[in-house]
């Protein structure tokens, strides 16, 4: 089973950027499809997206879509989320997770213990 650390999170202003990492360890990275997600305080946590096993195939929650993008690089073993124009309602702990299979749901194999991204002035 894949172990994943996330790294990245910080302070951002309302229209910044940021960039998370998610590195894997313990199993073949390109076997996985690897997901985003975020938790917010008070709320579930929420789908953000996921890429394939490649990085050709993406999906993305409408409320990031335009704004993010994931991508991979399966020698460095390492996922990214790009994240442009932040909203205070982007702040959340950002999960990255990983399961073999293309499906939709939050059912995954492994999850990483979470970056804090905060959005504020």
């Known amino acids: 089973q894949v172990r994943l650390v996330e790294s990245g999170g910080g302070l951002v202003q309302p229209g910044g950027s940021l960039r998370l990492s998610c590195v894997a360890s313990g199993d073949t990275f390109s076997a996985y499809v690897m997901g985003w997600f975020r938790q917010a305080p008070g709320k579930e946590r929420e789908f953000v997206g996921r890429i394939n096993w490649y990085g050709t195939g993406t999906s993305y929650a409408d409320s990031v879509q335009g704004r993010f993008m994931i991508s991979r690089d399966n020698f460095r073993n390492t996922v990214y989320l790009q994240m442009n124009d932040l909203k205070f309602e982007d702040t959340a702990v950002y999960f990255c997770?990983?399961?073999?299979?293309?499906?939709?749901?939050?059912?995954?194999?492994?999850w990483g213990q979470g970056t804090q991204v905060t959005v504020s002035s």
């Open positions: 997770a990983a399961k073999k299979a293309w499906t939709g749901g939050m059912t995954y194999d492994s």
